[in-house]
């Protein structure tokens, strides 16, 4: 079955260790996002690539970055972890920007030391 | 920018009984309208979704309607089960990209 895979599913880091989460899909959409959920709130963007083309939200901190090397895959980099960034990382994905379902992974739960 | 406000924040109902969600959004360029259940350590999936040329959509026991005049649509669950427990996000397309509302933790009681 097409799908969002992520990995992986639980995370543990050290305050200031870098961090990568992955992302790949089978489903050969064109826009990959990252969001970032914390308990009991909704998801909040933090990026998306369309296709090659990278759009950072105004309010995403630059201790994240994001890397996009091919369709399938889409990285997700902390440089310097806090405390304050231990959430649910969510990647989804949709056919094209706007207005069209996005398909969500099952997220990775990042947990900060 | 586009607003989304949901309510009520958690509801529970009976099993068999009925659940309403309902969202307001403030962008009338807003076109789009799905709504997702995330279910406690997982992603959020999409249920059903509406697009702004329609009023009314069903898919079994859940349907959404959608009044743009009033810039609001709501998530009806009839017959509830159990494993419609979960929190319910609804979101609009807003300019670009989803704006989501805060949620709804939905309780279905045996």
């Known amino acids: 079955d097409a799908m969002v895979i992520q990995n992986p599913r639980y995370q543990v880091t050290q305050f200031g260790k870098p961090v990568t989460l992955s992302c790949s899909q089978t489903?050969?959409?064109?826009?990959m996002y990252w969001y970032q959920q914390k308990s009991s709130q909704a998801p909040k963007l933090l990026f998306h690539?369309?296709?090659?083309?990278?759009?950072n939200e105004a309010d995403t901190p630059d201790n994240f970055q994001s890397r996009r090397p091919n369709t399938s895959f889409c990285f997700l980099d902390i440089r310097s972890p806090g405390l304050g960034d231990a959430a649910m990382y969510l990647c989804?994905?949709?056919?094209?920007?706007?207005?069209?379902?996005?398909?969500f992974g099952p997220g990775t739960r990042l947990l900060v030391l | 920018g586009e607003n989304v406000e949901q309510h009520p924040s958690t509801l529970s109902v009976q099993e068999g009984d009925s659940a309403v969600i309902k969202c307001t959004y403030s962008?009338?360029?807003?076109?789009?309208f799905p709504w997702y259940k995330q279910e406690l350590g997982k992603g959020p999936q999409l249920i059903i979704d509406?697009?702004?040329?329609?009023g009314e959509k069903k898919d079994q026991r859940i349907a959404v309607t959608l009044n743009k005049t009033a810039k609001h649509f709501s998530l009806h669950i009839t017959e509830t089960q159990p494993e419609d427990s979960a929190v319910y996000f609804c979101?609009?397309?807003?300019?670009?990209?989803?704006?989501f509302g805060p949620g709804t933790r939905l309780s279905v009681l045996p």
């Open positions: 979101a609009a397309d807003g300019r670009g990209n989803f704006v």
């Open positions: 489903l050969n959409h064109n826009v």
């Open positions: 509406i697009r702004s040329n329609v």
């Open positions: 989804a994905t949709s056919v094209n920007r706007g207005r069209e379902t996005q398909y």
């Open positions: 690539y369309y296709d090659k083309d990278f759009n």
């Open positions: 962008d009338s360029a807003s076109n789009y």
